[in-house]
């Protein structure tokens, strides 16, 4: 363990369960200040976004369609603080069919997640989501 004073790995972890907290808050404000201007978001087995903006759009469509909690987040980050990974149980309502997806009944599903961070200067700069879609198309009937 290299100690230098800066605790970067602390901040680190701190602004990516900062993340979370506001997304299981419905705080989609505070979720957004967590992330850099230019942050870039890597969708799960979608296209790659760029900027803050793009963000609060992707954050208000899923709102729109899916009711979601996650619970058992584990966070774990690099000695320097750049680079985090996260682990969690998302628990979940599909409540309006999203475009190219199975009919929105109000299916509740749980499927277990993840996602990789970059971090500078306090702001994360890039998310990459993981989770298992094919999973996800079977519980809620597709």
């Not at 058992?72 to 680079?83: A, C, F, L, N, T």
């Amino acid at each position: 363990m290299k100690i230098d004073g800066t605790r970067l790995h602390d901040r680190a972890t701190e602004v990516v369960l900062s993340y979370y907290a506001a997304f299981n808050r419905g705080d989609w404000a505070g979720m957004l200040a967590t992330l850099g201007e230019d942050v870039v978001h890597d969708l799960n087995q979608g296209a790659r976004e760029s900027g803050r903006e793009a963000f609060a759009a992707f954050i208000e469509r899923m709102a729109r369609h899916y009711r979601e909690q996650l619970r058992d987040i584990v966070v774990m980050v690099s000695p320097d603080g750049v680079r985090a990974a996260a682990e969690y149980v998302v628990h979940g309502e599909y409540l309006l069919t999203d475009p190219g997806l199975p009919e929105a009944r109000g299916q509740r599903y749980v499927l277990p997640g993840g996602a990789f961070f970059e971090i500078r200067e306090g702001k994360i700069e890039r998310v990459t989501n993981y989770y298992n879609l094919d999973h996800w198309v079977a519980q809620v009937g597709g």
